[in-house]
Structures are given as C-alpha cells and as structure tokens.
C-alpha cells in the first residue's frame, strides 16, 4: 500500500485516477482506518487531502457558508455562525461515533462513504446543500443528493474528489432539524432517520420545506414536504407528513429492524423533526 | 464453625483500601493477554470456516507454506486423538477435524514473522467444502427432521425417537403437581425465548505459547483459570501435566467465558512445530464468532395461584442449546427457575440440543437467568391480573430457613425474606411513576460454590506478609484476599502482598468462577494464616521457654494465655518474624482443600423504565438491587459486582443477543450490532448491601458476583409490561419487538 499527502485536490485527484489499483482517500479517517484495520478492504493507494489548502476551513460564501472537505465535525458544533444558521445539519453531524470519532470525522466522509445511514446525509439534503467535485475532467458542482448511488456506492467518477459542501444563505424565519432512531443513546447507527428543514411566513405559515429520510432506502430520499407547506404544522398537517414520509420508505429488514418498524419510524421521527424546526424557525426554545 | 466468628468486630475486613492491581492499570503497566511477548516470537492468525455446518473435502496448505516468513501451518490433523470427551469437545471447538459446526469454526492456523504475512497465508489457504443443513434454533433442533449437528452424542437417558440433537434431558422437583392445580384459583401457562448473550469482556481472548525442544513448555494466557487451562491442553497435546507451565495475565472481564480455551492449544501447536514462541490474539470479530456465549433458550412455565397470592403448583419446561457439543447447562437452569419460592408442588423438566453455534460457555449463573425470568415473568403478570402486590406475593411464597428447595435442598440462612423486605423498604418502590413508565420487580437466585483450593502464606523477616493464590483476579479478589489476611494476622492491609501464581508454584485451584473465590480462598487464606500463626506462638512460646498451649495470638501479636502462663509483654508478628532466622528458619502457612459450605444468595431488583408508544425506545430510568453478600470483605467492590451484574442483564434485557440469518451466519459479530449498554443508557444503579451471614465461612462470606444477573430480564420485562399495558414474553426486548407488542399483532 502507498500513502501520498496531496498538496493540491488536482495533485490528489490525478493520483487517484493514475492508480490501477484500489485506491481511497484519507480525511479524518474514521471510515477507512476502522476498514483497514480490520482486513475490510486492502488498498493499494490511500492519499491524504488534509494538507490541500482551504480544505479545513469554513468560510462564508454568499449569504451561505463553504465548508471544506477535511473540516471535522466537532468544529462544526464549534462554529457560532454554521450552528445559528443549520442546527439540524450540525446536530446530525455530531452524532456519528463518539466524542473522539467527532474530532476527526468529516461531513464530506460521511457523504462519500454512502451509507444509507448516513448522519451527516439527511440534513444536507433538506438543506438543499451542494458540493465541489474535482475530478480528471475538471471541476463540478453537484447536490448533494445526487451523490449517494445506494449502500456503499456514489455518483462520483474515478479520480474525482469533493472538495467543499456549500450550506445555502438561510432564509429569514427558517430552520432545520435532525432526528435519527437508535436503540441505545448514542455509539450507535440510525436505524431510521429524518431532517426537516423548513421556512415560515410572517404570520407563521410554512411557505416552503424539505423533508429527507435515511436509513430507510438504498439511499437518502425526500419525502413529499408539500404535505405542510401552506400550514401552521397543525396535527392533521403532521399526520399527512407522517403518511408521506411513509410512503417514500423502502428499506430492509436487517438485524437492526424490520421494514414495518423503519418505516413507522421514520413518519414518527419525520413528524418530530418537523416540529422542532417549526419551532426553531419561529424563535421557540 | 464458630459463630462467634461471624459475631466479631472486624478491623479490616469491611473496609475499602484501594486495589493493589489498581496504579499498574490506571497507568497501563499491566500486563494483558496480549502484552506478553518472548524474544524471536512469531505472530499466528486462524482461518475460519463460513460456512455454519459444512464437510470439509480438503485442505491445501501448500501456497501458505511456501510464503517467505512463514514458519508453520497447523490443522486438525496435527492434534492427537483424545479420550476424555470433555476435552475433545474443547479441542474440536478451537480446530476442526472433519466437520465444520458454525460460522467462525476454525479450520487451520499460521505462525508467521509479522502479523501481515500471516494474514496473507491465512488467504493462501484453500479449503474446499461440502455444505451441509444447517440448524441454528433450539425449538427447530429438536424437530424429528431437523438437520443432525453431532450424531451419537445423546446421553442413555434421552427417550428414543427424538432428533439426535437432543443429547440430555433432567427433572427436578417434589410435590403433587395436580392437586396443587387443583388448589389454584388461577393458572396461567406461557411461552418464552431468550436470546444468547455473549460475556461482552472487553480483553478479547489473547495468548502466547512457547514449546521448549525438550518436550516442556510455557503458556501465558488471560483466563479465568490457568489449572484447568493446563489440564486441557497438555490432554489435547498429548503432554504431562507437569510439562506445561501456563501463567495467568491480567484479565480484562471474563464473567465465566474465559473458563476454556479458544486459542491456547492452537498456539501450542505452532510453538512446538516451528519450534519458536507464537502469539495469538483474537480480534473482536473472531471474539463474537468463534467463542463461548450463553444458551439461547425457549421456556414453557406453568403456574397456579390461589386468590391471595398463594402458589400452589409450578410446572415448567426449559430447552436450551448450548450450540454444536453437549452442554450440562441445562441442569443449573431447571434447578434454579423455582429456587426463590416455598413449592407444595413443583416441577421442571429440561432438554439441551445441538445447534450450528459455537460451543458455550458460561456467563455469570449460567442457566438461571433463562429460567428465572419466566417465573418471575409470569408471577408479575399473575398479580396483575389477580390485583396483588408483586412484593407482597414473593414474600408470601418466599423459600425460608428450612424450606425444602425446588431442585432437593432444604435451606439453611438464607435471604430471600430479607432482600424482599429491604425492596419494599426502599424508596424507590414507593416513588411516583411518570407517563409512558412502568416500574418492575423480580427475584433471582444462585447456589455459589466452593471447590478445589490451595494457598500459601509467607510471613517475611521485615514483618509483613505475602500471600500466593492460585486465581486470576477478576474482580478485586487480590484486595479482599489482603483483607482478610491482615484481619486473621492482625497487620495492615498495606503489609500484605497477594499474588497469583503459575501452575507450578501451587497445587491445583478451581477456575475463578461460581462466585468462589472470595469465598473458597479468603477460606483458604484465613486456615492458612491461622497456620502461620500457629508456627509463631510456638516460636513466642520457645523464645519464652512456656508451652506453645500457653501462647495467643491476639491484635497480631503472641500473648501469654493468662496469668499462668507467665508474665511476659505482647511479642508482635514483626518481632517474631525478625527472629526467625534463629528460632527454626521461615515462617509459613498452607491450606489445601476442597471447600464445601458456599451459601446461595438471593437479590431483588426494582426496574423503573420510560418507553417510547411510538417507537419502542426504552430508557431505564431507576434501578435498585437488594442482595445478600454475606459479610462484605470489600464493600465497593461488592457494589461494583451487584451493579455490573445488573448492568448486563439490562443489555440482555432490551439489546443483546446473537442473530443468525437464514444462512446460518452470524450477522452481529461486533459491538456496533450486538448492543451492551454504554454510560449514558444507565441510571445509577443504587444497591442494598444485605449481611445474612454463610455458616460456611469463617467470615460469613457468600459469593456475590453471579446472582445480580439473574433478576434483571425479568425486572426489566416486567417494567416494560406495565409500562406498555401488554406483556412481553421474549428477551432481548428489542424497540421492533415492543412495537409489534404494543400494536397487538
């Protein structure tokens, strides 16, 4: 196995797409260290983006925030101006793994890893969150939930990186937020997951709203949101949402839960994260 | 033995000094399994099987044996064949001979230079296989049709025309069943399963071996009991007993899954091939997969009950498999299930049968949790529907003093009326519920037990004391084993000094299991020191030319017995032993014996629980244990053993268990997907240290560390129930099974 500290995303990717090999890139490395360590994969070129310049950094981009590749999510929970704009994104982030896995984690990880759980996946996608791709054929930039392909699978091509998220400027009187169903209270995997992510009229009526599922479908997928938009999130509102958050759901029955149990909750979880962020958008603690 | 023992006023017993293991693990000087090392050591790895039942056609070792860097290739061929069953079952389940009985059996292992390389020759290896049936359930094990794991195997007894899988059957019990019914105002029959959990120890299995050219050789390991480690592999290598030094390491948890071996006689086998130490060590993977976890079991439990809560009758059947090799499991299980209660009538029936699984193993009171949890179950959801007080019935039932007990003894002291008196007592079962909780109690039982002890004890010339026991220290033995020996000398605990020897620098010891230790060799350390003190009065007594009859020993110091004997100052333990060069050499003490007299223990548990109506999330929100411990040597570590118990029965409980899928494969072999509990799902758990003294030891000492296991499934089961408004009738209780429960399908 060769290991190369990229100093460029162009350098990184035209090493990742020279190599005929298996090839993986090194973040923070709670995917891949867990995956080597444990004979899962045997790579023949791991290259660390960590040394590309702007890749750690959060800057504000267009009313929005460019978060780059490499930022771990701890500093993400850390950063007063991503947090006051996308708490759910930030409170889904800093449920993967542990306070330590947190340090090192990274959102774009996460993303590129493709699991159907994905914690950091569901938020971004209700934020209608995008990302730079580099690639041998230059640069793009993509939604972010045209990413995910289905378990352990992506869009991106051979060679190609993400280089930064792009959170969107948020819009007056609007929030987020992320729940995620574990048996335990934390160290754990969604087994069902919803964030909700959502913008109020003056007179608190929802205008317009993003409803995305995980850990329910070979990939993260929206819920049809137009359920509340045009309500006060009153309770018939929220059962519809429930319903609609239901139908989208195609997951498996796995050791971590059945088909019926999944989908029950993910409408419940789809239904409280609603309620949350109508909250949070409406300047409720 | 003397009472006035019991009675005394203890100087240090019951105190709670700090570990003397404690500096080397809270700075990581202490050495594991897997710490050990040896010059010119080589590293082993172990292929293992995919397949959960399958015939092996062949193994091709050629490719790995040709690999630079590797110095041996081991497969079942390599062992002898060995005629104690007990002992082929265990080698047959670290290296496979002509068959493959679960997923993660191993078939072959390398010792190569580096860990990398014998990784890579594990790949080179091919092993062509013939899939066979497989069976990973016990309720489909005994079906006449179901495939046959192991055939032959059935004990004489076992009725004809049953599936071969079924290998032993027992009954317990007295009374008159039917008229006891009879009595009944109501009876309630219900099925129940139980999960298998694994240990969950955190040290996965690790070891290292290194077999001399003269035919000896050494072994370090971490376990629960290096004699019996020794026992077994030197049978499996065909070796003397005497040839095979086996050093216990530090254990990280054990709680009975380290009572066998997983790998030792593997790494022996490298050793004595390529002629050079091999290490060793499982990864979590090969933990889960490839050793010991509970039974797994199904249980029918049949129970009458007068109008007042009076029982009448109990009538139950338990099937447990202890995966693919007979397990005598069973037989504690039957005999523990009604053990709390007075019986006129009782009885329960047991079944063991083969399953594609691996080999069990024990885990803390191995048998009764299963069966526990469907009386007390079913006695909890008796007094919903007859509108009792569930505390007020156990004590209206209690097993007391006398009673003759569901599985034949009849009872000394013992503390079921007292632990249930102390949960009614305590706070908590009077507190005040909130929405969406239900509050749960249950009783549990364990015998305990003594068995093959020796220690030595050394009086120094500088005036303290060193004692050497021969088991691993699991739980803070070495603390309370100081304890006691400086309560008999009458020094400090800190003048005291407690090691674990090897195998061949004391005889033989029991495993540290069967909550024994504390008990047998806090015995054993106590006659022994009593040995030693012996030798001291009669070097006092010559020193002040008076019979050694005339001499005491009393606040660690020899004394003229009373006014005859002569008038002389107290002459103390440092003096004597500063003197006894001259007066006749070392000072020693040794008991060896097999102890009898382990008093059984009783525990209550109250479980507050909060459960989520839409989607089954369970928190424990309270959790009370009441037990008797006999004397408390160390109480803190008492505690730690009551909370730690109940601790793993609440993961049992709600999450752990192992789950197999249709193609009979493990799909949970790591802590992601098989769930024990971490800190932030647990309340504190707050404990009733009971003190109802053991007429078998010296103290009063009982053990403790097996039946804070036993009441939790039920405690929590029975919470949970009342929480929901439904009962639930499987363990784990898992957030998909609530549901299903609560929408009544």
């Known amino acids: ?285 | 033995m003397a009472l006035d023992d019991q009675k005394r006023a203890f100087k240090y017993v019951g105190t709670t000094p700090n570990r003397p293991d404690g500096v080397d693990k809270v700075t990581g000087k202490a050495q594991y399994g897997a710490d050990i090392t040896a010059p010119g050591m080589l590293m082993g790895a172990v292929l293992r099987s995919p397949h959960p039942h399958a015939r092996i056609v062949s193994i091709d070792t050629s490719a790995a044996e040709a690999m630079p860097g590797v110095r041996a290739v081991v497969t079942g061929k390599d062992f002898p064949a060995v005629e104690d069953q007990g002992f082929a079952d265990i080698g047959e389940t670290c290296m496979a001979r002509d068959k493959v009985l679960y997923d993660g059996h191993p078939v072959a292992a390398i010792a190569a230079t580096t860990p990398a390389i014998a990784k890579a020759a594990i790949r080179a290896i091919k092993v062509e296989y013939a899939p066979l049936p497989h069976v990973t359930d016990v309720d489909e094990a005994m079906l006449p049709d179901a495939p046959v794991v192991l055939e032959g195997r059935a004990l004489e007894h076992v009725p004809a025309g049953m599936s071969q899988n079924v290998t032993n059957t027992c009954e317990f019990g007295h009374g008159d069943l039917e008229a006891g019914f009879t009595k009944a105002d109501l009876i309630l029959e219900r099925s129940f399963k139980v999960g298998a959990a694994h240990q969950g120890y955190i040290e996965p299995n690790a070891c290292m071996a290194s077999y001399a050219a003269d035919g000896r050789a050494d072994l370090y390991c971490c376990t629960q009991g290096h004699f019996f480690v020794r026992a077994v592999c030197s049978a499996l290598m065909g070796m003397e007993a005497s040839q095979l030094r086996v050093t216990a390491s530090e254990i990280g948890g054990g709680f009975g899954g380290k009572t066998t071996v997983f790998v030792e006689p593997v790494a022996l086998m490298l050793s004595k091939k390529s002629g050079r130490p091999v290490k060793l060590v499982m990864t979590r993977d090969e933990v889960f997969k490839a050793t010991g976890p509970t039974v797994h079991a199904s249980v029918d439990c049949k129970i009458g009950m007068t109008k007042d809560g009076r029982i009448t009758a109990g009538d139950m059947t338990l099937r447990y498999s202890g995966g693919a090799w007979p397990s005598g499991t069973i037989e504690m299980g039957a005999q523990a299930g009604f053990a709390a209660y007075d019986m006129p009538a009782v009885r329960t029936l047991g079944w063991t049968a083969l399953t594609n699984r691996p080999k069990e193993i024990s885990y803390r009171a191995p048998g009764a949790p299963q069966a526990v949890y469907a009386v007390e179950s079913l006695i909890d959801e008796m007094c919903q529907q007859l509108g009792l007080d569930p505390v007020e019935t156990r004590l209206k039932n209690a097993a007391r003093k006398g009673t003759l007990s569901s599985y034949g003894v009849t009872f000394d002291d013992i503390g079921m009326v007292a632990t249930l008196e102390a949960a009614k007592a305590h706070p908590h079962w009077s507190a005040p519920l909130g929405p969406n909780q239900g509050r749960g109690i249950a009783a549990g039982f364990w015998f305990n037990f003594g068995g093959n002890t020796c220690v030595s004890l050394n009086i120094n010339a500088d005036g303290t004391a060193s004692v050497t026991e021969g088991n691993p220290d699991i739980g803070g033995s070495r603390a309370s084993i100081s304890l006691m020996a400086a309560e008999e000398l009458g020094i400090p605990y800190d003048n005291i000094r407690t090691i674990v020897a090897d195998t061949a620098s004391l005889g033989y010891n029991d495993n540290t299991d069967g909550s024994r230790v504390t008990f047998a060799v806090g015995l054993a350390t106590i006659k022994a020191a009593r040995a030693a003190i012996k030798v001291m009065c009669d070097r006092a007594a010559a020193m002040w030319g008076i019979d050694a009859e005339a001499v005491e020993w009393i606040d660690g110091a020899a004394v003229p017995a009373g006014p005859n004997a002569g008038k002389f100052p107290p002459m103390s333990l440092a003096e004597i032993a500063a003197m006894s060069f001259q007066t006749g050499g070392p000072i020693a003490g040794h008991h060896e014996v097999n102890v009898d007299g382990a008093g059984v223990s009783f525990g209550v548990h109250i479980c507050d629980v909060e459960v989520d109506p839409e989607t089954g999330h369970t928190l424990v929100t309270r959790y009370t244990v009441a037990q008797d411990a006999g004397k408390a040597v160390h109480p803190t570590y008492v505690e730690g053993q009551m909370q730690g118990g109940a601790v793993q029965g609440i993961g049992w409980a709600l999450n752990e268990e192992y789950i197999y899928g249709r193609d009979g494969r493990l799909q949970n072999a790591g802590f992601l997907d098989y769930r024990i509990p971490v800190a932030s799902d647990l309340p504190k758990i707050d404990t009733v240290i009971l003190e109802i003294p053991n007429p078998g030891h010296p103290y009063g000492v009982r053990g403790v560390g097996e039946t804070p296991i036993v009441p939790p499934l039920a405690a929590v089961t029975n919470a949970v129930s009342r929480a929901i408004g439904k009962r639930m009738y499987q363990v784990p209780m898992s957030p998909p099974r609530i549901m299903t429960t609560i929408k009544g399908k």
Not at chain 1, 3 to 31: I, K, N, Q
Not at chain 1, 234 to 245: I, Q, R, S, V
């Open chain 1, 1 to 285: 196995m060769r290991y190369m500290t990229a100093e460029t995303a162009e350098a990184a990717s035209s090493a990742l797409a020279a190599e005929p090999g298996l090839a993986r890139v090194l973040a923070g490395g709670t995917d891949l260290l867990v995956q080597l360590k444990a004979g899962m994969i045997r790579p023949d070129l791991v290259v660390d983006i960590k040394k590309i310049p702007g890749i750690r950094e959060i800057t504000a981009e267009n009313g929005g925030w460019r978060i780059g590749a490499a930022v771990a999510n701890a500093e993400l929970k850390e950063h007063p101006g991503v947090k006051a704009d996308w708490p759910g994104v930030v409170e889904g982030a800093n449920l993967i793994g542990s306070t330590q896995v947190q340090g090192r984690c990274t959102m774009a990880g996460n993303l590129c890893n493709g699991s159907p759980a994905a914690d950091a996946v569901p938020g971004l996608v209700a934020a209608d969150a995008s990302v730079t791709v580099v690639g041998p054929s230059g640069t793009r930039v993509v939604k972010v939930a045209d990413i995910p392909a289905g378990p352990g699978r992506t869009t991106l091509a051979k060679g190609e990186i993400v280089t930064a998220i792009h959170l969107p400027a948020k819009a007056a009187r609007s929030s987020d937020a992320y729940l995620r169903f574990i048996p335990r209270t934390e160290m754990d995997i969604a087994v069902a997951a919803a964030a909700v992510s959502l913008t109020l009229s003056e007179d608190g009526t929802i205008t317009a709203a993003r409803v995305a599922l995980g850990a329910v479908a070979p990939k993260v997928v929206l819920a049809d949101a137009s359920t509340i938009i045009g309500t006060k999130l009153d309770d018939a509102a929220l059962a519809a949402l429930a319903k609609a958050a239901e139908a989208v759901c195609n997951p498996i029955d796995d050791k971590r839960g059945t088909i019926e149990f999944r989908t029950s909750t993910a409408g419940v979880l789809a239904r409280r994260a609603a309620v949350i962020a109508y909250n949070r958008a409406k300047g409720v603690k």
